[in-house]
């Protein structure tokens, strides 16, 4: 199950980093022609603070596991995820997008089986 949930928190790693980092490189006009229509209910501040919440937890899900400092951060930087993926699907709801609700609902999905080893029967030990 250790390799599940390494394998579950580097895709989920993946996925935000290149999330993340579109929303604090790109301007709010490019992201919303690229697809991400719901840029124009937020502003641009906003964006780039969801961004950088995006890569903090991608930092939170794999360096306190990798390096054993502080590997409490990997469920909390999980949990971090799925409210953030709470507040995707609402914000999709609103604009009535329910593709984009499945994507988040997965996602959400993949965070809490992480919250739910790490903080349980697979945690790391010290």
């Known amino acids: 199950m250790n390799v599940i ?8 790693a993946v996925a935000f980093l290149g999330a993340g980092a579109m929303k604090l490189l790109q301007p709010k006009a490019k992201l919303a022609v690229s697809g991400m229509g719901w840029t124009q209910d937020f502003a641009p501040a906003a964006i780039k603070a969801i961004g950088l ?5 991608v930092v939170g899900l794999i360096l ?10 990997v469920p909390l930087a999980a ?19 329910p593709q984009m609700i499945i994507i988040n609902v997965v996602l959400l ?3 809490a089986v992480v919250v739910w080893g790490r903080f349980g029967p697979y945690a790391f030990t010290t």
């Open 53 to 57: 919440l995006e890569l903090l937890a």
């Open 79 to 97: 949990v971090g995820l799925v409210a953030l993926m709470v507040g995707a699907a609402v914000t999709h709801a609103r604009r009535r997008e």
């Open 5 to 12: 949930l390494w394998t579950i928190a580097s895709v989920l």
């Open 109 to 111: 999905v993949l965070a």
């Open 64 to 73: 306190p596991g990798i390096l054993h400092i502080a590997p409490v951060l």
